[in-house]
């Protein structure tokens, strides 16, 4: 028995003294506001106070707590400071998925009862050891910094009814992140369910057998199950798309990647944490990997799927005019070859879920980013109609893309159809960063050139993107990239093509961007020598060919409206020029620190690539003024929740503090699209506001009021200018979008997206010539969203994104095998953001809610390539293998010296 | 996790009769290197001798010219610690600098030193001060404490006490730390004691070294010039994702050139 003082009380509990902290209070205690992501001190979000001091909950044996005061997120409201921290967190918008924020909150305890109005300084070190892959870490600490004055103050009033569009209103669905009550997939599962665990391949590339596993069920009892492929009931393969279901749920005596799934162990906790993967009845034959897209794609190479006998999954092609012939005419031509690498998505919440099976029907409870196609692939690998199936997303701490595929879904929905009890499963770190998808590996070869004034010519673009193991998101990502490798500018001459080829590596899937950010890396690069060499500064020359209303794409489409890049660059330009005349005069100093000022812009195509993607909202209000938005649209984070409620308050005219929210549940809100392709915005947002609209209309024509009619809505009581309206029966409001496309032809040419989100970045930076390390210190984002809807959140996308294109471009390098966890991969720190001003530029999309299109993607795209073309401006070395590492980087320097 | 025993005594004499009764005992001080390696089964104990109540093993002092620390000494005790910092600044340093904030507030000086992860910073400031470990058993010279990667003069069942430093006249601690794992690439701990120069080297190596030409050229003129161009010998250096045995020895010498200017 060992006591505790939990959050002021003291608890006697029973677990061995070698049990972890996190465990006992989770588990033994029953307080899951304190996370784990990790289990081994890598990512921080199990920090707790004990004796004041912020530990890695995961890394304190309970014998070394024995009378310690332990603090965790349930105890913080009840502290003046913690309070106030909570609340500063709330209107910072310093909480997006929330899984960090536990962590974060008591890290930042620690600082705040030492010194209750901290120096930036401090505050950054005492948020060092915790991780956040969602804000980029700006709005956290100016939370932490602020939190004294909250101490005394209210908090913020809800905008009034029509001022929520614009009103930066802290998160919906804010506080429970806040207090420890958010409950995610490994949160909420019923004490008496059983745990599955699968058994993964070691090896990248192997065939094996699976004997009789009657002997280990034998050996260890409360093991219950061993699922293997002959225990799918209906189809055992899923994937993305409807006529791809290549990735089994259980191998079938042959694995493609190390991280595919042979069998699945389920009983009690202790049973299936007790098997080693040794006893086991496997036999492996191990065959040698494809390791790389060259050798996929070299005469002879053994085909992965039977299907794709070339390797080759999809070959996307945009085809105008005659690039090779204008390249030839160009006065300035400009070439160069890219390499980038797996990223991770590295969500601090790894995959986690629980299912039960009622009656006939599955239920499935789950971290995800798109419930309806987690139904579609439940209901095919359990053989039954869609109706069977119904899934209910639990919070998601983080997606990125990531959480598009099933991870957990088809396993736990097997179990427990099958065993007719309720089972859980929770990926440790290495599972979730050994078998999930990552971002694509890309080649990408290009060339480009303009005439003598700076206007671009033609663009060839050839990309080779390494899709791993199964197709996944890879046929997306093909696609959008070519339509995508102009960039935002007139190019009238392209050949582009990108092909996404199998190898025995992870699949590539969706990370926030689709292959986008790889191909900006190379088009800006290019932009920045051809301006150089045409004697046009870099920024002038962007501006020169940006896109405006009214051009055509390369892929044919003429832009109608919102093409805000001109007004983003205006909007850098007095910026762009005080940066490089503070790195000139930094650089006049002399010294081994090199100073860099660089630019990059981006466009992204909002919604799927011409493809059909609607969303479906709904609205009711009942006779006793209960007032529901039922939204479908999964929040990860990005803060769809918060954003629709403020289009569907604004479209029916009551305050968003009237609405009931009925959330993500497929049996109770319809298939509002998943959440990618920065589309909840733009289309469920306009789904959001059709809806209410739809029941405004509906309200007035009861009421027999005019189009300006006032709702009110108080104690059950809807009033339309102020007079009462009884409803006999329910109103509902329902609205629809689905943005109008034009398939790609084969050439590449139609209308992929209704409206793309444009915008522009600089980064300033310091290269250390000595080592090769990149110290950043500053960006400036500027981004046409349309219409900010809610501006707090929208800062919140652009700081994340950078976040996680500052990643991309310097430090996150995958290597399946090798860096499996959060120690040998890291993501950017709170010490690798530097400070960010976000510009936004609000060119209205006609088709959006309110003028709105979306910023989730964007945000990301234009970081690394601006960080790259810092670094050339500050050094002359040209990066083009990607991270730039330090030692790449000082290559690179030397490279440049040498050719010099 | 899986089942091992835990003893958590009260004397350093009970806690070395539990070590050397059972071979395959680990002791544990501040946990920041065992349990991860616990969960991963890395290391699989029969048991677990947590050290954290022994009293003779606390404690931060100075005695004569020399600053004594405690083996369960915390990062963050040894950073903010106003003996080490009138001492010995550089070593407060480097101990600010360890891993992040949970790490500081758990992790000991005993249990870094004891580890000897190539990676790690303790084990050149020991070096470099020319320190004495003081083990339950006998006093070892750091020169014959270090003995490779993870390996130590330490016997089965023998516990690190205490560490001596010997006060420096001047010290300096420079790394570089791999931006994508935060591990120490190469790192310079250089010190000047009662007239003679060590130059400790960690992170780029199996284990830490002195880098001994370095020593010399700084004997004769302590400058970050007198060690700008000692080229040091790639070979034997750690080569591995975050870096080759070449990028590691030019860093080498920029450390020490930094090393040396931080020292003053």
Redesign the interface.
């Known amino acids: 028995m060992t006591r505790l003082i939990v959050n002021g009380a003291e608890q006697v509990v029973a677990a061995?003294?070698?049990a972890?902290l996190s465990t006992v209070l989770r588990d033994g205690l029953g307080l899951t506001g304190t996370k784990i992501g990790c289990?081994?001190?890598d990512c921080?979000a199990c920090?707790v106070l004990v004796d004041g001091?912020?530990?890695?909950a995961?890394?304190?044996?309970l014998?070394?707590a024995?009378g310690a005061r332990v603090q965790t997120v349930e105890g913080l409201a009840a502290d003046p400071m913690g309070a106030a921290l909570q609340h500063a967190f709330q209107a910072h918008g310093a909480a997006q998925c929330g899984y960090c924020t536990p962590g974060m909150l008591m890290?930042a305890m620690?600082v705040l009862q030492a010194s209750p109005r901290p120096a930036e300084a401090q505050v950054m070190?005492?948020l060092?050891?915790v991780l956040c892959r969602c804000t980029g870490y700006r709005k956290i600490v100016t939370a932490v910094m602020e939190a004294h004055r909250f101490l005394d103050a209210p908090a913020a009033p809800l905008p009034e009814a029509g001022q929520a569009v614009g009103a930066r209103m802290g998160r919906a669905d804010g506080w429970p992140k806040l207090d420890g009550r958010e409950a995610y997939g490994a949160d909420a599962a019923p004490a008496d369910a059983l745990w599955l665990r699968p058994v993964r391949s070691p090896h990248a590339h192997a065939r094996f057998t699976l004997g009789d596993t009657a002997p280990l069920l034998a050996r260890h009892p409360g093991l219950e199950r061993v699922l293997a492929a002959a225990d799918v009931p209906g189809r055992n393969g899923y994937g993305i798309y409807p006529d791809i279901k290549d990735q089994a749920v259980f191998a079938e005596g042959l694995v493609r990647y190390r991280g595919d799934v042979v069998c699945a162990l389920v009983g009690t906790r202790e049973a299936v944490e007790?098997v080693r993967v040794e006893e086991l009845p496997l036999d492996w034959e191990v065959l040698p990997p494809l390791a790389e897209p060259g050798a996929a794609l070299a005469e002879g190479a053994p085909a992965l799927h039977e299907r794709w006998p070339d390797n080759v999954l999809t070959t996307g092609r945009v085809r105008r005019g005659d690039a090779a012939a204008a390249l030839a005419a160009s006065v300035h031509v400009a070439e160069g070859r890219w390499q980038t690498s797996f990223v991770e998505h590295a969500y601090v919440e790894p995959e986690a879920g629980w299912a039960r099976r009622v009656g006939d029907r599955i239920e499935v409870f789950a971290s995800t980013q798109a419930p309806y196609m987690d139904l579609e692939e439940v209901a095919g690998v359990l053989g039954l109609p869609h109706a069977a199936v119904r899934i209910v997303p639990t919070a998601c701490g983080g997606g990125f893309g990531g959480k598009l595929d099933v991870a957990v879904q088809p396993m736990l929905a097997i179990a427990a159809w099958l065993l007719r009890r309720s089972v859980r499963a929770t990926w440790s770190r290495?599972e979730s960063m050994a078998s999930s998808t990552k971002r694509h590996p890309a080649r990408i070869e290009a060339r480009a050139g303009c005439d003598a004034e700076g206007r671009l010519t033609a663009l060839e673009f050839e990309g080779i993107y390494d899709t791993g193991a199964y197709a996944s998101w890879g046929p997306t990502v093909a696609g959008r990239v070519p339509a995508h490798s102009t960039g935002p500018y007139r190019v009238p001459h392209v050949r582009s093509r990108a092909r996404a080829v199998l190898t025995n590596n992870p699949p590539s899937g969706a990370f926030r961007g689709f292959g986008v950010p790889q191909a900006a890396i190379a088009q800006e690069a290019l932009w920045d020598r051809l301006a150089d060499a045409a004697g046009i500064d870099r920024l002038e020359f962007r501006l020169i060919n940006a896109l405006r209303a009214g051009d055509a794409t390369a892929t044919g489409q003429v832009i109608a409206a919102s093409a805000g890049l001109p007004a983003c660059l205006e909007a850098l330009r007095p910026r762009w020029a005080a940066l490089r005349e503070e790195a000139a005069a930094e650089n006049a100093a002399g010294g081994p620190l090199r100073h860099g000022v660089g630019i990059a812009c981006m466009w992204y195509g909002i919604g799927n690539t011409g493809m059909s993607n609607p969303s479906t909202m709904r609205i009711t209000l009942e006779p006793g003024g209960r007032l529901a938005f039922h939204n479908g649209a999964v929040d990860i984070g990005q803060g769809s929740t918060t954003v629709l409620l403020q289009i569907a308050a604004d479209a029916l005219g009551l305050p968003a503090s009237a609405f009931a929210l009925v959330l993500g549940d497929t049996d109770l809100t319809a298939d509002a699209g998943k959440t990618s392709a920065s589309r909840q915005t733009f289309v469920s947002g306009r789904a959001a506001m059709e809806a209410g609209l739809a029941l405004r209309d509906a309200i007035l024509l009861r009421a027999n009021a005019g189009p300006e009619g006032r709702l009110a809505l108080s104690d059950g009581m809807l009033t339309v200018d102020g007079r009462p309206l009884h409803l006999e029966a329910p109103l509902e409001g329902l609205g629809r979008f689905d943005p109008p496309t034009v398939p790609l032809d084969a050439d590449g040419q139609g209308v992929p997206y209704a409206t793309y989100g444009f915008a522009a970045q600089i980064a300033a930076l310091a290269v250390d010539t000595?080592?090769g390390?990149?110290r950043l210190k500053r960006i400036v984002a500027a981004h046409d969203v349309g219409r900010a809807i809610n501006p707090l959140l929208v800062e919140g996308q652009i700081e994340g994104g950078i976040a996680q294109g500052i990643g991309l471009a310097?430090?996150?390098?995958y290597?399946p095998g090798?860096?499996e966890n959060l120690?040998?991969?890291?993501i950017p720190?709170v010490g690798?953001v530097p400070a960010i001003e976000s510009i936004l530029i609000e060119d209205p999309e006609p088709l959006g809610p309110y003028g709105a299109k979306g910023i989730g993607e964007p945000a990301l795209v234009p970081t690394a390539p601006a960080i790259f073309s810092a670094i050339r401006d500050a050094t002359g070395a040209e990066i083009n293998r990607i991270?730039a590492?330090?030692?790449r980087v000082?290559e690179a320097i030397r490279r440049k010296e040498g050719a010099g | 996790?899986?089942d091992?025993e835990?003893h958590?005594p009260g004397s350093l004499a009970d806690a070395v009769k539990l070590l050397s009764a059972d071979p395959d005992a680990r002791p544990?001080s501040g946990?920041?290197t065992l349990?991860?390696a616990l969960?991963?089964r890395l290391n699989k104990p029969t048991s677990?001798v947590?050290l954290?109540g022994i009293a003779e093993l606390k404690g931060i002092k100075k005695e004569g010219n020399k600053l004594v620390i405690g083996a369960l000494a915390k990062h963050?005790e040894v950073a903010t610690s106003p003996e080490v910092k009138a001492a010995i600044p550089a070593l407060a340093q480097m101990a600010g600098t360890i891993?992040?904030?949970?790490?500081r507030?758990?992790g000991t000086i005993g249990g870094s030193v004891a580890n000897n992860d190539p990676a790690a910073d303790y084990p050149s400031a020991v070096l470099g001060l020319n320190a004495t470990i003081v083990t339950d058993k006998r006093r070892i010279a750091a020169d014959d404490f270090f003995q490779g990667m993870f390996t130590t003069a330490l016997e089965p069942g023998e516990l690190l006490v205490a560490i001596e430093f010997p006060i420096p006249e001047k010290a300096g601690y420079a790394k570089?730390r791999?931006?994508?794992?935060?591990y120490v690439?190469a790192g310079a701990f250089i010190a000047k004691t009662g007239g003679a120069v060590r130059v400790a080297i960690n992170g780029a190596g199996p284990g830490v070294f002195r880098q001994t030409e370095m020593e010399t050229a700084l004997a004769a003129n302590w400058s970050p010039d007198a060690v700008a161009n000692i080229k040091q010998d790639a070979d034997g250096l750690n080569s591995d994702?975050?870096?080759?045995a070449e990028?590691r020895a030019?860093?080498v010498t920029?450390m020490a050139k930094r090393a040396i200017a931080a020292a003053g």
């Open positions: 061995p003294p070698e972890r289990d081994a001190g921080g920090t001091a912020q530990v890695c995961c890394l304190v044996p014998g070394q024995e890290a620690e070190a005492a060092g050891g007790a290495s000595e080592l390390t990149i310097l430090m996150e390098e290597l090798r860096t120690h040998d991969y890291l720190t690798d991270p590492l330090p030692h000082l | 996790m899986y091992f835990y958590k544990i946990g920041q349990l991860p969960k991963h677990v947590d954290s963050f891993g992040d904030t949970q790490v507030n758990r570089m791999n931006p994508a794992s935060r690439m994702i975050h870096g080759s990028y030019h860093l920029v």
